[in-house]
């Protein structure tokens, strides 16, 4: 799985970093998401596809799940 991230999309809701911290994470100045690990491990696929799916704006795509 490889996660990628519209970030002019992204509305800076966090809900994704709740989720899956130790794959995405917020920019200080504008609070907008950035992806931490590009391909997380196999460990990590469920929070990931559940940050995918509470995504407010829908800026989240999984490629390869």
Do not use: N
């Amino acid at each position: 799985m490889r996660v990628e991230l519209d970030e002019p999309k992204c509305v800076a809701a966090g809900q994704c970093v709740m989720v899956a911290p130790e794959v995405f994470d917020q920019r200080d100045e504008d609070g907008v998401a950035v992806v931490l690990d590009e391909t997380p491990g196999a460990e990590l696929h469920e929070q990931v596809r559940e940050a995918a799916a509470v995504c407010p704006a829908a800026a989240i795509r999984l490629v390869g799940d």
